[in-house]
């Protein structure tokens, strides 16, 4: 009876009072509401901050929008009705592109939080194998990253994507796509400065004779050589200025457009019905179709808000555009209209003869400072684009500096910066008129939405796993919309619009002629790996002299023995006790985290002391030169040899993430708890002279420290006192200790590729003149791999593909 009542005065205690529940509840209910403010501070701080970022670009259009409507044929319609026709004509093209197809569809096919036309690549390869990286492992798709988007698998678009992974062509005509849409956004990396700077400074000839063409044309070239000059201080010193430039610009025009309605002519509002449209192409007929050039202008730069997802949120884009950008934009060129509509005269200045004198000087200045953030975006974007196309192996190896430690995608590429800076300039002084630069600009821009709209049709199909019907009603919904715009685009082609053309052209033979020598390289490879059981044949000691060391074989093969190992060994029989096969690759993802960027795995049994690490980055993942790859190597080394001995199924595993005798070892984990204890020290010159035995290698490294005299720190390895550790295990990690106190070399190898003799003659120019021409003048393997010159080996080969 005792125990009965000691239960229930337990079971009473433990009740909590009703007082006690409600305000746990109060409690819960502010939690909830605190993370939902806090979510949406959050999105409205992004949004803020993407104004300087994304539509730095998008928000100039009106400076240049109607003087580039109204030329060639389209002067002899010079009208009220023609003026509220193209308003009409811009309102809806606002309204169906950017508002309609991008903030409701495109930005919800993000990978990862990544959008731009390699973001939908990289969906699509991992939901359908249309992927021609040819050194992707099951291990890959176990990635955390790999999965993202929709699950399961829809039947109605099976045979489609059996007929699109079977042919070869077409998989490589969808990287042809990917690849064109990317050289149009590095086309717009030459346009954009050019455009906008030009029409922000052409304020000051509008406002006063004294100054020429020619000066205005000298002032933009000052200020364009000035942008390029300052990118390599990276925006994030001043990007904090963009958002209330861009802010300011856009309430600007949004006020001047309200009085310049309400002033001149408030029935402009009328023309926000399509029927003017109409009764626009009834007037006008073929001259109003080319006159589309033009309208298209007023949505250049809006594939940035899909491009630089990666730095905000869809959300906070969602929020920026349609209650802040959009109704700027749309009131500014409804006031251009009221005002032309009783100005005619004024079209070719159409901007700057709106705005009212007593505000006329501060907003040329607003509109020269949001021209060069918009510059400054695009010119960013370019880098990143290339950076992209370097990882998938489509564009030469180039030097990218991380210009912040803090803001992630703040990049640098020296050699595309100075040539951008001068076809920049080349175009700038080649046409000297706007209008021939539109003509360029609106063709590249229009043809990226374009490209869009296919790989976003074939997003809804593979990824979103929707009927066919819908991805089709999709795509013929906007292609029929871009193509007229498209189409109007293509006839201006001979007035400027062929810029556009032999700048793409020419970066897509760049990347086509280095994606095709790499890709026969890697089959060159992959062909005349070494087998193992002649490896296995030769015993532990592979039948040469194992000097104390590491060795790092650098190759692209992520399976298999390279030949260069061969080729070294049979003109030098001699190598490391301890061989570490490396791969460097890119996988279809957009970031890999550092838990799980290392696999790595043993290739022969264990007294042969040969180990593989496969290194994985993502498309925007920055390999940067942190100087530990050595120390994080062995430890994950370490820690491979370790889990091996306690999980056997290591060897068989059916474990989802192991590839055949490979294991993903997180970083961070090894830095926090290693097998190895380690300790750091502070070594001088003398010291570091002194612990080599080689007289010739404490030359070299004399020289070396007396270039660069500071103080290094070195990593020490130990084994920690553990009666348990299993004997063969301690052996392994000894040897592994010693061989990295006697020396890491890195072995690549330095190759000649040329095309067989009885190759044809597409191959010999695209191989011995194109491909060889790019490797001789882009940089080395060692160099982009941040590999040390003094521990370098490099193993001469000719490559006959």
Known sequence: MHRVDVDH????????????????????????????????????????????????DLSTSPLYVYRSIFVGKLQNYQTSEAIFGAFSLIFWTITLIPLLKYVFVVLSADDNGEGGSFALYSLLCRHAKFSLLPNQQA????????????????????????????????????????????????GDGVLTPAMSVISSISGIQAATERLSHGGVLLLSCIILVGLFALQHSGTHRVGFLFAPIVTIWLISIFLIGLYN??????????????????????????????????????????????????????????????????PCLVVQYMGQAAFLSKNIDSIPNSFYNSVPDSVYWPVFVIATLSAIVGSQAVITATFSIVMQCNALGCFPRVKIVHTSKHIKGQIYV?????????????VAVGFQDTTLIGNAYGLACMTVMFITTFLMALVIIFVWQRSVVLATSFLLLFWLIEGVYLSSAFIKIPQGGWVSLVLSLAFLTIMFVWHYGT????????????????????????GIVRVPGIGLVYSELATGIPSIFSHFVTNLPAFHNVMVFVCVKSVPVPFVSPEERFLIGRICPRPYRMYRCIVRYGYKDIQRDDGNFEDLLIQSIAEFIQMEAVEPQLSISESPSFDGRMAVISTRSVQSGSTLLVSEEDVGISNSIQSSKSLTLQSLRSACDDENPQMRRRVRFRLPENPGMDPSVRDELSDLI?????????????????????????????????????RKNCRGPAVALNIPHISLIEVGMIYYV
């Not at 595309?416 to 080349?426: E, K």
């Not at 890709?519 to 592979?542: A, I, Q, T």
């Not at 890491?744 to 003659?761: C, D, E, N, P, Q």
């Open 9 to 56: 005065e337990r079971d009473t205690m433990e009740q909590p009072t009703p007082a006690a529940a409600e305000q746990t509840q109060l409690a819960r209910r502010k939690g909830t509401f605190a993370s939902k403010f806090a979510l949406i501070s959050s999105n409205l701080l992004l949004a803020y901050q993407s104004l300087g970022v994304v539509y730095g």
């Open 139 to 186: 291990a890959d798709e176990e990635l955390s990253a790999y999965k993202y988007g929709f699950s399961g698998q829809s039947t109605s678009c099976l045979p489609l994507k059996r007929f699109l992974e079977k042919h070869k062509m077409s998989r490589t005509v969808l990287l042809i796509v990917v690849l064109l849409g990317a050289c149009m956004v590095i």
């Open 261 to 326: 309605t309400i002033f001149w002519n408030p029935k402009i509002v009328s023309a926000l019905s399509p029927y003017y449209i109409i009764k626009f192409f009834k007037e006008t007929g073929k001259d109003g179709w080319v006159s589309l050039g033009g309208v298209l202008l007023s949505i250049a730069g809006t594939e940035a808000m899909f491009a630089d997802l990666g730095h905000f949120t869809a959300t906070s884009m969602r929020i920026a555009f349609p209650f802040f950008v959009y």
């Open 414 to 426: 020296p050699e595309i910066n100075w040539i951008l800076m001068i076809l920049t300039l080349a």
């Open 519 to 542: 890709r026969k390289k890697y089959n060159f490879d992959l062909h005349n790996k070494v087998p193992l059981k002649w490896l296995l044949g030769l015993g532990p000691s592979l």
């Open 738 to 774: 010693q061989a990295k106190e006697a020396g890491v070399a890195y072995i690549m190898g330095h190759s000649y590729v040329k095309a067989r003799r009885l190759a044809s003659f597409r191959k010999k120019l695209i191989i011995d003149i194109g491909y060889s021409f790019l």
